[in-house]
């Protein structure tokens, strides 16, 4: 449900968890600071799915 997503997402924001499996909807939308890595377990379908997958850490020079 949407309230569990929230839920391991914020402690994940903050630090309470250590790793996030998600799926390709994760590539879009989330912003979360100082995310050092983004494993891909599967090649992504095509060159743009790949930018927002690994976009993930590499936001602003940040």
Same mark, same amino acid.
């Given at each position: 449900e949407q309230r569990d997503r929230d839920q391991v997402?914020? @402690?994940?924001?903050?630090?309470?968890?250590?790793?996030?499996? /998600?799926?390709?909807?994760? /590539?879009?939308?989330? *912003?979360?600071?100082?995310? *050092? @890595?983004? !494993?891909?377990?599967?090649?992504?379908? *095509?060159?743009? !799915? &790949? !930018? &927002?997958?690994?976009?993930?850490?590499?936001?602003?020079g940040k």
């Open positions: 997402l914020a @402690m994940f924001s903050n630090r309470s968890l250590s790793v996030l499996v /998600a799926t390709d909807v994760a /590539a879009r939308g989330l *912003d979360i600071d100082a995310l *050092d @890595m983004v !494993i891909n377990v599967e090649l992504a379908r *095509d060159s743009e !799915i &790949h !930018i &927002h997958r690994v976009g993930r850490t590499g936001r602003a």
